[in-house]
């Protein structure tokens, strides 16, 4: 019999302690987690997927199964009827990759910007506005922009993060 992928249940915030236990026993594991922004900066910025679940890909013919049931951070190995359920190793990549992706998109539209760089509005009622970028407010989700509308005179205003995109220096 060859290795496949088993679903377990940690307990309550202790996904982390049984992926690191796991990965101490030389286990092939994977904890899917997202990326968030979170407000407080010293909150977790790594967020479980399936809060409570990870998945392990073990040889029960090589491991015995009370070698994981008993992992500190353990709760249980999904079963049904007794019996660990297998999960599809196609199912395993699939969630790989739409994790990735997921990642991707949380990207910050704000990262690499710098006071003073020209920026556009893309959406809203100041949407084709060409701006100045001046700072990310609290909670990074917004940002303050300088438009300059007439002349020399500029406006502040502050718009989502995710209204706003990089202008390319023109050559």
Do not use: C
């Amino acid at each position: 019999m060859t290795a496949q992928w088993y679903a377990l249940q940690s307990k309550p915030n202790q996904e982390h302690l049984l992926w690191y236990q796991l990965g101490l026993r030389g286990i092939e594991a994977y904890f899917p987690r997202l990326t968030a922004r979170p407000v407080n900066p010293r909150a977790r910025t790594l967020v479980p997927y399936f809060p409570g679940y990870l998945f392990a890909r073990v040889d029960w013919q090589t491991l015995s199964f009370s070698s994981i049931a008993w992992l500190p951070g353990m709760r249980r190995i999904v079963s049904f009827d007794g019996e660990p359920a297998s999960v599809p190793d196609h199912l395993i990549t699939s969630l790989r990759s739409r994790v990735e992706a997921a990642n991707l998109e949380q990207k910050d539209p704000l990262q690499g910007l710098r006071q003073g760089d020209p920026v556009r509005v893309t959406a809203g009622p100041f949407a084709g506005y060409e701006a100045i970028f001046d700072t990310r407010l609290n909670g990074g989700e917004r940002a303050r922009v300088l438009l300059r509308f007439i002349a020399s005179l500029q406006v502040s205003l502050e718009v989502q993060a995710g209204q706003l995109e990089r202008i390319r220096a023109r050559r």
